[in-house]
């Protein structure tokens, strides 16, 4: 083995360990942000008149949320090293568009004290967050980086359990992303390229 291949190697497993650290730290940061919904949601009584506690509590939630989803989910991508293609990358970008509408559009309402409502936008950047994902894990699929049901279950559990978080379901869209930190680490350790 060369000088040369020898330092490529253990650039690529130094990146590698960089993206699989920073996708389990955003997997702990979307949990938090998802415990503080999810307990909002079942705790808090939201007023449409004016903001309440549970009101700024569960929208401010979105900042950790979705800062944590959206790195999590672009670290999967780069773990898998462009393998899911044109459809995973198209998938990111999607994704993060959606993400950063709905993460403004929750801090302003933060801001202001009150819901803003920006049109549709709210809703179809939900949507999309769910077609992202859903762009991903088809070009994920053949990857093989993550079993298949985990490809299946994660757009639409994605959304229901995020922005348009539904009673209980973001406690356990929580459960699939602790379930995620645990089984990626050890899915990439036996992967093949």
């Given at each position: 083995?060369?000088?040369?291949?020898?330092?490529?190697?253990?650039?690529?497993?130094?990146?590698?360990?960089?993206?699989?650290?920073?996708?389990?730290?955003?997997?702990?940061?979307?949990?938090?942000?998802?415990?503080?919904?999810?307990?909002?949601?079942?705790?808090?009584?939201?007023?449409?008149?004016?903001?309440?506690?549970?009101?700024?509590m569960l929208t401010s939630a979105?900042?950790?949320?979705?800062?944590?989803?959206?790195?999590?989910?672009?670290?999967?991508?780069?773990?898998?090293?462009?393998?899911?293609?044109?459809?995973?990358?198209?998938?990111?970008?999607?994704?993060?568009?959606?993400?950063?509408?709905?993460?403004?559009e929750c801090m302003a309402s933060?801001?202001?004290?009150?819901?803003?409502?920006?049109?549709?936008?709210?809703?179809?950047?939900?949507?999309?967050?769910?077609?992202?994902?859903?762009?991903?894990?088809?070009?994920?699929?053949?990857?093989?980086?993550?079993?298949?049901?985990?490809?299946?279950?994660?757009?639409?559990?994605?959304?229901?359990?995020?922005?348009?978080?539904?009673?209980?379901?973001?406690?356990?869209?929580?459960?699939?992303?602790?379930?995620?930190?645990?089984?990626?680490?050890?899915?990439?350790?036996?992967?093949?390229?």
């Open positions: 083995m060369t000088t040369t291949t020898t330092t490529t190697l253990r650039a690529e497993a130094r990146t590698e360990a960089f993206w699989l650290r920073l996708t389990l730290v955003s997997i702990a940061l979307a949990i938090l942000g998802l415990l503080i919904m999810g307990l909002s949601m079942l705790f808090g009584t939201p007023h449409d008149d004016n903001f309440r506690a549970s009101d700024y979105a900042l950790p949320q979705g800062v944590g989803l959206f790195l999590a989910t672009l670290g999967f991508h780069r773990l898998q090293r462009g393998q899911d293609g044109k459809l995973g990358t198209a998938g990111i970008w999607v994704y993060g568009v959606c993400m950063v509408e709905l993460v403004i933060v801001v202001a004290g009150s819901e803003l409502i920006w049109g549709p936008l709210y809703p179809l950047c939900a949507f999309g967050l769910m077609i992202g994902l859903a762009l991903l894990a088809a070009g994920s699929w053949k990857v093989g980086l993550l079993p298949k049901w985990m490809l299946g279950v994660w757009p639409p559990l994605g959304l229901i359990g995020s922005f348009f978080g539904i009673g209980p379901i973001p406690l356990v869209f929580m459960a699939f992303l602790a379930l995620l930190a645990m089984v990626l680490p050890q899915r990439l350790r036996n992967w093949t390229t």
